[in-house]
């Protein structure tokens, strides 16, 4: 998950690697619980790792507005469409503020500038042949939005809602998805790294070998979509109309530069639950439209709460803010980011993140920054020594600044924080070894927290895409200049950095420990 290099021309011509990340559009009738967190903590933390590296970032997350069950939510409260989506896409855009998110942009699939790119791209598709009117007739559950097969369904339910399943039957335009079965085999054959990890690839690629049957991707059921332009007595399907927002956001239907300079060299966010959609229809449709396939679909497991998958009838959704009021905002990341490796399952549970937030926060890292900042107060009058040249933390450190680099190029942040912490343990027992505190102020003593205090100014470098707020709170403590974000890597995380000479500020612990 490099930055990409070239593509870009014209205007935007340039250098600098970009990096361009994205998150499903999320659908508003749902309300923002942790799993949606988790999907916007990666792509955050990749984001601003991808800052720090000076390369050009443009993240976007945003909403998902279209569809009949949205119409019918707005009816049941009283409100037009337009007033309920404007309502819940507000609830989004406020749990991403309390979780330190920094998109660049949110898109709505209402906004004017989406209709157009989604016109645009699905005429293409339509011009291109790729598009034929059907009768549709199926088993379709309202609170999918999709049609389910008999053989899906239990006791005549939708195995997902456990709602009855209504007999529905109209005239379509489908899209001929069977027509990219070969082609869709050979683009995965040719890119084996565009999706990850490879037991997600090999989810997507059995789907595909399994058949794929045309999709039905316009609606006469409803006003509520972005109405087709060869036909206005229908509308699009709000999840083909969704995935289109990648490409409105970049200037696909206003800026040909721009958006060349961005696409295809995207990474997709998702979660394992829509990899038929991302990972099948999406590279179909842009080939059908004659563009690229995104080149990169990075795809997470389910965070779980205390091992069952979140759903609004198990009445087990958490609430961002409900565990950022509890803990902290970047104790949450941390944990997101921190307890499961991408693409595999992950569990939440109080005792979970009691147990991390006291281990890893509270006794390593919190620990460190006070007792370092304590001794050099009664040792040093409070003014920190320069780093040691010759510390046996240097190697260490630049041992960690290497896996790090290269945990979070590959989109691996909970391996770039493992190796984080290692330098934070060293230096914790680097500190228990020489017990400073014990000593004579002299120049051992100078050396040895020197060299702490140059440990946390690297670790504040590395923690600040996972932890914003507390990278900020450790370069503000250590008496250094700007903000870290403003540094750049690896250049700024070379040993030798922290000048001394600083007022160092003991303070209240960064995170007081937690009873259990
Ligand atoms: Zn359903």
Same mark, same amino acid.
């Given at each position: ?360 926060? @509270?006794?390593?890292?919190?620990? !460190?920054? #006070?007792?370092? /900042? +304590? *001794? %050099? ?6 003014? =920190?020594?320069? @780093?040691?040249?010759?510390?046996? !933390?240097? #190697?260490?450190? /630049? +041992? *960690? %600044? ?6 979070? =190029? ?107």
């Amino acid at each position: 998950m490099g930055p990409d290099r070239g593509a870009a021309r014209g205007r935007y011509a340039t250098s600098v690697p970009r990096f361009y990340v994205t998150t499903p559009i999320y659908y508003v009738n749902d309300v923002p619980h942790i799993g949606h967190a988790y999907t916007m903590v990666i792509a955050d933390a990749l984001a601003r790792w991808h800052r720090l590296q000076g390369d050009d970032v443009f993240f976007l997350t945003g909403t998902d507005e279209h569809g009949d069950k949205i119409a019918r939510a707005a009816e049941a409260h009283g409100v037009s469409p337009q007033e309920w989506v404007d309502a819940t896409s507000r609830r989004f855009v406020e749990a991403w503020e309390g979780l330190d998110i920094s998109n660049d942009d949110f898109i709505r699939t209402t906004e004017p500038r989406h209709h157009i790119a989604v016109q645009q791209f699905l005429q293409k598709i339509h011009d291109n042949g790729f598009t034929e009117l059907g009768v549709y007739s199926g088993l379709y559950c309202v609170s999918c939005e999709d049609y389910k097969k008999e053989s899906e369904l239990i006791d005549g339910n939708c195995p997902i809602h456990g709602t009855p399943v209504e007999l529905l039957e109209e005239e379509n335009y489908f899209f001929k998805l069977s027509a990219f079965e070969g082609r869709l085999l050979e683009w995965y054959e040719a890119n084996p790294d565009a999706v990850r990890p490879s037991s997600k690839r090999n989810e997507a690629l059995g789907i595909i070998r399994g058949g794929l049957e045309d999709i039905s991707i316009t609606r006469t059921s409803t006003r509520w979509g972005v109405e087709v332009p060869w036909d206005s007595a229908h509308v699009f399907y709000v999840w083909y109309d969704a995935l289109v927002n990648y490409l409105t956001a970049i200037g696909y239907a206003d800026d040909p530069a721009r958006f060349d300079s961005w696409w295809p060299a995207v990474h997709h966010i998702l979660g394992k639950d829509i990899i038929r959609f991302h990972c099948v229809w999406w590279p179909a449709m842009c080939m059908a439209a004659g563009i690229d396939p995104p080149a990169h679909l990075l795809v997470h497991g389910w965070l779980l709460v205390s091992g069952e998958k979140m759903s609004k009838s198990r009445a087990n959704q958490i609430a961002p803010s409900d565990l950022t009021d509890d803990f902290g905002v970047d104790a949450v990341r941390y944990f997101l980011l921190r307890d499961t490796p991408f693409g595999t399952d992950g569990d939440f549970s109080y005792e979970g993140i009691t147990a991390r937030y006291n281990a890893d926060l @509270a006794n390593n890292l919190g620990n !460190l920054l #006070a007792r370092v /900042a +304590t *001794v %050099v107060g009664s040792k040093c009058d409070g003014m =920190g020594p320069g @780093a040691d040249p010759d510390s046996r !933390l240097a #190697a260490v450190s /630049a +041992t *960690v %600044v290497a896996d790090a680099i290269a945990a979070w =190029g590959e989109g691996q942040p909970h391996l770039a924080l493992e190796a984080t912490w290692r330098l934070i343990r060293e230096t914790n027992a680097e500190l228990e070894t020489a017990e400073p505190w014990k000593a004579e102020p002299g120049p051992a003593v100078s050396a040895v927290l020197g060299s702490a205090l140059e440990a946390l100014r690297i670790v504040a470098l590395l923690v600040s895409p996972a932890m914003p707020d507390t990278s900020a709170e450790i370069w503000r403590r250590l008496g250094l200049d700007g903000r870290p974000e403003d540094r750049r890597l690896p250049q700024d995380a070379t040993w030798g950095g922290y000048p001394g000479g600083r007022a160092v500020e003991k303070a209240a612990p960064l995170f007081p420990r937690r009873s259990e």
